[in-house]
T-cell receptor, first 112, second 115 residues
C-alpha cells in the first residue's frame, strides 16, 4: 500500500520570499514517480513538478524545485520568489502500482 | 498539451435519481482513466480505475453498484451515480493516463449536489 503524508495543513509566505512544503511517503514499489500538484480555487488540478524515483538529480521547473531524499522517503517542494498566483492547495502524490495516491494537502497563502 | 474534458461541471439533482458524468480525452488515447472524489477541504480519494474494454477496479469501500463506471472507448469514460443521496454530494474528478506513461491529466471536475 502507498501512503503520502503532508504534515503542514497550512503555510504562509511573504511575496517574493521562499517557502518549502514538506512531504513524506511510503511505498513497497521499486519503480514509482512523485508529483506535486497545485489546486487553485477553480479546483483544476495543475501539475507543478514531477520526479522519477530512479533519478538522483532533483527536478526543477523555473521557480519550483524539489528536494528528493529517497532513503528518507522525503519529497519537499521549494517555491522561490513566491507570487500571489502561487496561492493554492498543494498536493504531494505518488504514482506506483498503477495508482496515484495523494497526500492531504497544504494550503499556501501568499502575503502581499 | 493533453486535454481532458469533464462534463457537466455542476449538477443538482433530487434524491433517488441517477446522474451521469462524462470524462473525455480530447487529443490522446487513454487506456486508463481514474475517478476521484474530493470532499470540501480534503484530499482526492481514488474511487476506481477504469480500463478500456474491461470492468473497472474499485477501491475498498466504494460501492460498485452505486458508482457505475463504463469505459467503452479509448477517449471516453463515464461515472453514473445511481439512486443518489445527499451523502453522495461531493466534487468528482476524473483523470486520464497516457498509454504506457505515468503522467495523468485531470478534468476540471464535477460538483454534485443531491437535494
Amino acid at each position: 500500500a502507498q501512503t503520502v503524508t503532508q504534515s503542514q495543513p497550512e503555510m504562509s509566505v511573504q511575496e517574493a520570499e521562499t517557502v518549502t512544503l514538506s512531504c513524506t511517503y511510503d511505498t513497497s514499489e521499486s519503480d514509482y514517480y512523485l508529483f506535486w500538484y497545485k489546486q487553485p480555487p477553480s479546483r483544476q488540478m495543475i501539475l507543478v513538478i514531477r520526479q522519477e524515483a530512479y533519478k538522483q538529480q532533483n527536478a526543477t521547473e523555473n521557480r519550483f524545485s524539489v528536494n528528493f531524499q529517497k532513503a528518507a522517503k522525503s519529497f519537499s517542494l521549494k517555491i522561490s520568489d513566491s507570487q500571489l498566483g502561487d496561492a493554492a492547495m498543494y498536493f504531494c502524490a505518488n504514482f506506483g502500482n498503477e495508482k496515484l495516491t495523494f497526500g492531504t494537502g497544504t494550503r499556501l497563502t501568499i502575503i502581499p | 498539451g493533453a486535454v481532458v474534458s469533464q462534463h457537466p461541471s455542476r449538477v443538482i439533482c433530487k434524491s433517488g435519481t441517477s446522474v451521469k458524468i462524462e470524462c473525455r480525452s480530447l487529443d490522446f488515447q487513454a487506456t486508463t482513466m481514474f475517478w476521484y472524489r474530493q470532499f470540501p477541504k480534503q484530499s482526492l480519494m481514488l474511487m476506481a480505475t477504469s480500463n478500456e474494454g474491461s470492468k473497472a477496479t474499485y477501491e475498498q469501500g466504494v460501492e460498485k453498484d452505486k458508482f457505475l463506471i463504463n469505459h467503452a472507448s479509448l477517449t471516453l469514460s463515464t461515472l453514473t451515480v445511481t439512486s443518489a443521496h445527499p451523502e453522495d454530494s461531493s466534487f468528482y474528478i476524473c483523470s486520464a493516463r497516457l498509454q504506457g506513461g505515468e503522467k495523468l491529466f485531470f478534468g476540471s471536475g464535477t460538483q454534485l449536489s443531491v437535494l
